[in-house]
């Protein structure tokens, strides 16, 4: 850059992303948990095309279901990767900030003062890819931040982080 | 005095709840009592099986009497209820935020309130929000002294705790009071829809539980044959004219039923006291240092006549959840001055009320545009479809052309509406076209920051920042706002939380 930046000069103020990404196995837990419901989707619809086979209109359930299949050939490809590449987080002695979302995008942050519970889970097909998700809630029921595809051993380092940071500030939170 | 030796003990509801509960039971039952009586003798069994159920009900009421007990000792305020299952819940005082006191008809005629007391949870289920059903008044006004005058004496009383507080008869200095001419802003709140809603709900549940066949009616069959009868194009503007005449006149009733007597005091102890009700009362007592902010709201046809509403943003006080419904508004529906000047009073400035707000652009407007199109288009092209599939009158798509211009009248209004400011540690929002909103929520409220932005939004540059609160609706919002400007004024209202994490786009660089 050759042009100085002075004060007068409009500066561009930019939030930048979170520093740690979470576990690449979460792209694999995204797909397993997005085939999952598209499975049932493409289920009905075979279901059915065998049910109503006599209606005339086959080649239209046809034409659909492979249409459903497409989209959902798409959809397991890229939103998992797209997903991997926003989600982020970072916790500093003062704040946490997590970026999540694909489509739609969402950052949070919630000053450590203001934290309320700290809670990790693991559901089954985190489990299976050993993951865990990190939720952080504030006195406002509309400010959970939630870690989603956290390695294991991550979010438990994080958890410990952040119930000592918590534990040093004092206040109702509210 | 008995108080202090009261307060330790457990205290029991008034004994005149006796009496109310029954009545409120079978009352409950009423619809299938005479729906039972008016059926007749169908199979003999019925009625006395709805009997055998109220009189279970009246037991389980009177029983709820002798089960539920409540104190306030030790920084503490306890509730033991239930039956089967034996429940104790405590709230520490310090959590106390609200105490609502309202009575029903039935409760005035014995004298007798309910009290809620609301606490900062904001995760708690309605179940277990701390409610006494059936004090007497006194009682009610001794619970809420000890709950909400506790923080400030307790300090002045340290040295000499034998000396009771000596404001026995609290100083208070009234904010509003309503004048009867407001009544005339009742028609402008449609408040009457649900009336007229709730009327006719009523009156369906009678039918259907009493089996009787409208059809069969004499009037009905009447009346419905002479609207056959006369013109249509009376009825045209007959029936709609008719309709609102009676909304209007039902949300005039209703104006009166819900605020005769409204006032809005400030006690001496600095807590905010709104009151109103014209047979069911209801007395809403907000600790002022937990107030966080302001709604003002103007819905569309109030804001034609210049009327507005004020509401709280208070921790301990969520907007429009259950019984709390309702217990937030500071300001009835009347002059917007009236709403404003409460607004700058109880914010302690005028200037969040008066401030300008900062526009947010010609990129907020076309989105208000293509927002519209992505609702009105896909109508509009469905009802095209289904009039080439011979399904539709012509009519049907070129009526809803009809739409485009409303719609963009609505999206340029809802642009106009939009618009942010910071001033005097005040974040304000505005948003809205059919109801106009201005949020004014006091930085140190905040608790945190979301930044959403949907796909199209990062295409423009636009940002939605969420301010996440304790108090009121847990969550302002504003919308469509340029990033850089929203981090701007996320970093400006809590000085330092974002800082770590900002860039400009010189140290990008580096």
């Known amino acids: 850059?050759?042009?100085?930046?002075?004060?007068?000069?409009?500066?561009?103020?930019?939030?930048?992303?979170?520093?740690?990404?979470?576990?690449?196995?979460?792209?694999?837990?995204?797909?397993?948990?997005?085939?999952?419901?598209?499975?049932?989707?493409?289920?009905?619809?075979?279901?059915?095309?065998?049910?109503?086979?006599?209606?005339?209109?086959?080649?239209?359930?046809?034409?659909?279901?492979?249409?459903?299949?497409?989209?959902?050939?798409?959809?397991?490809?890229?939103?998992?990767?797209?997903?991997?590449?926003?989600?982020?987080?970072?916790?500093?002695?003062?704040?946490?900030?997590?970026?999540?979302?694909?489509?739609?995008?969402?950052?949070?942050?919630?000053?450590?003062?203001?934290?309320?519970?700290?809670?990790?889970?693991?559901?089954?097909?985190?489990?299976?890819?050993?993951?865990?998700?990190?939720?952080?809630?504030?006195?406002?029921?509309a400010g959970p931040l939630?870690?989603?595809?956290?390695?294991?051993?991550?979010?438990?380092?994080?958890?410990?982080?952040?119930?000592?940071?918590?534990?040093?500030?004092?206040?109702?939170?509210? | 005095m008995t108080t202090m030796a009261q307060s330790d003990s457990w205290r029991r509801l008034d004994p005149k709840m006796l009496f109310v509960h029954p009545i409120r039971e079978v009352g409950r039952a009423l619809p299938v009592l005479a729906g039972i009586l008016l059926a007749g003798s169908?199979?003999?069994?019925?009625?006395?099986?709805?009997?055998?159920?109220?009189?279970?009900?009246?037991?389980?009421?009177?029983?709820?009497?002798?089960?539920?007990?409540?104190?306030?000792?030790?920084?503490?305020?306890?509730?033991?209820?239930g039956i089967l299952r034996r429940q104790v819940l405590t709230v520490s005082l310090d959590r106390v935020r609200t105490v609502d006191v309202s009575a029903s008809a039935l409760h005035r005629v014995l004298g007798l309130v309910r009290v809620t007391v609301g606490t900062g949870l904001s995760d708690r289920k309605s179940d277990s929000a701390l409610r006494l059903d059936g004090m007497s008044a006194a009682d009610a006004d001794r619970l809420r002294d000890e709950?909400?005058?506790?923080?400030?004496?307790?300090?002045?009383?340290?040295?000499?705790?034998?000396?009771?507080?000596?404001?026995?008869?609290?100083?208070?200095?009234?904010?509003?009071?309503?004048?009867?001419?407001?009544?005339?802003?009742?028609?402008?709140?449609?408040?009457?829809?649900?009336?007229?809603?709730?009327?006719?709900?009523?009156?369906?549940?009678?039918?259907?539980?009493t089996h009787v066949d409208p059809r069969q009616l004499g009037p009905v069959t009447a009346g419905y044959a002479e609207l056959l009868a006369v013109p249509r194009w009376l009825a045209f503007v007959g029936v709609p004219l008719l309709l609102v005449a009676v909304v209007g006149f039902?949300?005039?009733?209703?104006?009166?039923?819900?605020?005769?007597?409204?006032?809005?005091?400030?006690?001496?102890?600095?807590?905010?006291?709104?009151?109103?009700?014209?047979?069911?009362?209801?007395?809403?007592?907000?600790?002022?240092?937990?107030?966080?902010?302001?709604?003002?709201?103007?819905?569309?046809?109030?804001?034609?006549?210049?009327?507005?509403r004020l509401i709280a943003i208070a921790t301990g006080l969520r907007v429009g959840r259950g019984s709390e419904r309702g217990g937030s508004l500071l300001v009835p529906p009347g002059p917007g001055e009236e709403a404003r000047r409460v607004a700058a009073d109880v914010l302690g400035s005028t200037e969040p009320v008066t401030a300008a707000l900062a526009p947010h652009g010609p990129r907020a407007l076309r989105r208000r545009y293509t927002r519209l199109l992505a609702v009105v288009a896909p109508l509009i092209a469905a009802l095209v479809v289904l009039w080439r599939l011979d399904l539709l009158p012509a009519w049907a798509w070129e009526t809803s052309l009809l739409l485009v211009p409303i719609g963009a009248a609505v999206a340029y209004d809802r642009y106009r509406g939009?618009?942010?400011?910071?001033?005097?540690?005040?974040?304000?929002?505005?948003?809205?076209?059919?109801v106009r909103r201005r949020y004014m929520l006091r930085c140190d409220g905040i608790i945190g920051w979301n930044v959403t932005e949907s796909f199209f939004q990062r295409r423009t540059g636009l940002a939605t920042l969420v301010a996440t609160t304790a108090a009121g609706r847990q969550q302002y919002a504003v919308q469509d706002v340029p990033l850089e400007e929203a981090l701007r004024v996320a970093d400006q209202a809590l000085p330092g939380l974002l800082t770590p994490f900002l860039e400009t786009a010189g140290s990008e660089a580096l």
């Open chain 2, 42 to 81: 169908g199979t003999g069994r019925g009625g006395l099986w709805g009997l055998v159920g109220t009189g279970i009900m009246v037991c389980i009421g009177v029983l709820r009497w002798f089960t539920t007990t409540y104190r306030v000792a030790a920084e503490q305020v306890q509730v033991r209820r």
């Open chain 1, 146 to 174: 939630k870690i989603h595809g956290l390695d294991r051993d991550d979010a438990q380092r994080l958890v410990d982080d952040l119930s000592i940071a918590i534990e040093t500030t004092r206040g109702d939170a509210t």
């Open chain 1, 1 to 141: 850059m050759t042009e100085t930046l002075t004060d007068a000069a409009p500066r561009h103020l930019r939030l930048r992303p979170p520093q740690h990404l979470v576990s690449p196995r979460a792209i694999w837990y995204w797909t397993a948990r997005a085939l999952g419901g598209w499975l049932i989707v493409l289920a009905v619809q075979t279901f059915y095309l065998i049910l109503a086979s006599d209606d005339g209109l086959t080649s239209w359930h046809v034409a659909v279901l492979v249409a459903t299949a497409v989209v959902a050939a798409a959809h397991l490809v890229v939103m998992p990767r797209w997903r991997f590449r926003v989600h982020r987080w970072e916790a500093t002695p003062h704040a946490v900030y997590t970026q999540a979302g694909w489509f739609s995008q969402q950052r949070r942050i919630a000053p450590i003062s203001r934290i309320q519970t700290v809670d990790t889970e693991r559901g089954p097909i985190e489990q299976v890819f050993g993951l865990s998700n990190v939720t952080v809630t504030t006195a406002s029921a």
């Open chain 2, 250 to 308: 039902a949300s005039m009733v209703g104006y009166v039923l819900s605020f005769y007597g409204f006032r809005l005091v400030r006690l001496a102890g600095g807590n905010l006291q709104v009151s109103r009700g014209l047979i069911s009362t209801r007395t809403t007592t907000i600790e002022e240092r937990r107030l966080r902010g302001a709604e003002l709201s103007e819905p569309l046809l109030l804001r034609m006549v210049r009327g507005a």
């Open chain 2, 418 to 434: 939009l618009g942010h400011a910071l001033v005097r540690g005040v974040l304000i929002a505005g948003r809205g076209s059919l």
């Open chain 2, 147 to 209: 709950l909400l005058r506790r923080h400030a004496p307790a300090a002045a009383a340290a040295d000499d705790p034998s000396v009771p507080a000596p404001e026995a008869q609290p100083h208070e200095t009234e904010l509003a009071v309503l004048r009867p001419s407001w009544v005339a802003y009742g028609p402008f709140t449609l408040s009457g829809v649900l009336t007229v809603g709730v009327i006719l709900g009523f009156a369906w549940r009678v039918i259907s539980e």
